[in-house]
């Protein structure tokens, strides 16, 4: 367990998944009190097409182990690397479901690839709650705020809930850079400036991190802090130039493969982490469309 920071209040449990290198989040107060969820995975097995949620129900028996009231499941995006279970944990726990308002562009996008109907609607609306940028929400007393992070997507969001800064795929470990920029909606100068944003949050902030790929010799690592990352990110370390991290980023996206469970993942959640509607036949399918991503 993550210790709470004592001026602030606020526990972070970590909730490490490591077929994807995902981790989710509790944040809370303590035992009985309101929480939060963070990016929270919905098991799935590629080779079977079998999904599972043994890795929300952990998360789910710590909930309740804990007697906190889960107030809100917070997703930073649409992500491209795993499944959602966010619409699991929320009709679970009764709790809204957020996301930033990019999602909307996101799901225009990804209703046009994967060709979906009418049923399809795209307009955030399978979400609970769509967040700007600077708006502000409850969770029991508590006060969070919502700082808009788009670069690796159009719907990238940072939560900042007491000091603990919660900055999805924006930056991962500094011995592990930042998040990739070639994804629909994707840009690697707006990247830029929401990794200044963050580096400009108060030193104490504690910064939670979405994923973890862990070079050899090191475990995976939830949290990490500003002046980390401000001193030692090897994209953006030491103060790197726009033009520089650019120049940085999109060489290295050029050589980066398809993320192994981007067509799943993508179909899933941008429904808000439920599969897509079940046919005739009681099953439900994802769709595969051929020769539209990658080399050709």
């Not at 990794?195 to 050899?216: Q, V």
């Given at each position: 367990?993550?210790?709470?920071?004592?001026?602030?209040?606020i526990y972070?449990?970590?909730?490490?998944?490591?077929?994807t290198?995902?981790?989710?989040?509790?944040?809370?107060?303590?035992e009985?009190?309101?929480?939060?969820?963070?990016?929270?995975?919905l098991?799935?097995d590629a080779?079977?097409?079998?999904?599972a949620?043994?890795?929300?129900?952990?998360?789910?028996?710590?909930?309740?182990?804990?007697?906190?009231?889960?107030?809100?499941v917070?997703?930073t995006?649409a992500?491209a690397?795993?499944l959602s279970?966010?619409g699991?944990?929320r009709?679970a726990?009764?709790?809204?479901l957020?996301?930033?308002?990019?999602?909307v562009e996101?799901q225009k996008?990804?209703?046009?690839?994967?060709?979906l109907?009418?049923?399809?609607?795209?307009?955030?609306?399978q979400?609970?709650?769509?967040f700007?940028?600077?708006?502000?929400?409850?969770?029991g007393a508590?006060?969070?705020?919502?700082?808009?992070?788009?670069?690796h997507?159009?719907?990238s969001?940072t939560?900042?809930i007491?000091?603990?800064?919660?900055?999805g795929?924006?930056?991962?470990?500094?011995?592990?850079?930042?998040?990739r920029?070639?994804?629909?909606g994707?840009?690697?100068?707006?990247?830029?400036?929401?990794?200044?944003?963050?580096?400009?949050?108060?030193?104490?902030?504690?910064i939670?991190?979405?994923?973890?790929?862990?070079?050899?010799?090191?475990?995976?690592?939830?949290?990490?802090?500003i002046?980390a990352?401000?001193?030692?990110?090897?994209?953006?370390?030491?103060?790197?130039?726009?033009?520089?991290?650019?120049r940085?980023r999109?060489?290295r996206?050029?050589?980066?493969?398809?993320?192994r469970?981007?067509?799943p993942?993508?179909?899933?959640?941008?429904?808000g982490?439920?599969?897509?509607?079940?046919?005739?036949?009681?099953?439900?399918?994802?769709r595969?469309?051929?020769?539209?991503?990658?080399?050709?």
């Amino acid at each position: 367990m993550i210790q709470r920071n004592d001026t602030d209040g606020i526990y972070v449990e970590p909730f490490f998944h490591p077929d994807t290198g995902t981790f989710t989040y509790v944040a809370h107060a303590g035992e009985g009190s309101a929480a939060a969820i963070v990016d929270p995975v919905l098991d799935y097995d590629a080779a079977a097409a079998r999904t599972a949620t043994k890795s929300a129900d952990a998360v789910l028996a710590f909930v309740r182990a804990q007697a906190l009231k889960v107030e809100w499941v917070l997703e930073t995006h649409a992500h491209a690397d795993h499944l959602s279970a966010g619409g699991y944990l929320r009709d679970a726990l009764g709790a809204k479901l957020a996301i930033g308002r990019g999602i909307v562009e996101v799901q225009k996008t990804f209703k046009a690839l994967f060709g979906l109907g009418d049923e399809f609607m795209a307009d955030g609306s399978q979400f609970d709650r769509l967040f700007d940028d600077g708006d502000a929400f409850q969770i029991g007393a508590r006060v969070a705020q919502v700082l808009a992070t788009p670069g690796h997507t159009d719907d990238s969001l940072t939560y900042l809930i007491g000091d603990a800064a919660f900055i999805g795929d924006t930056l991962f470990a500094p011995d592990v850079g930042s998040a990739r920029c070639d994804f629909p909606g994707g840009d690697a100068v707006r990247l830029h400036r929401s990794i200044r944003a963050i580096l400009a949050l108060p030193t104490d902030t504690r910064i939670f991190l979405c994923h973890d790929y862990p070079p050899a010799g090191r475990g995976a690592m939830a949290q990490t802090s500003i002046a980390a990352q401000r001193a030692h990110n090897i994209h953006v370390g030491g103060d790197v130039a726009e033009a520089e991290f650019v120049r940085l980023r999109t060489a290295r996206d050029a050589g980066l493969p398809v993320p192994r469970l981007l067509l799943p993942a993508l179909q899933v959640n941008i429904r808000g982490g439920r599969l897509p509607p079940a046919e005739a036949n009681a099953t439900s399918y994802l769709r595969l469309p051929l020769n539209r991503l990658g080399s050709r």
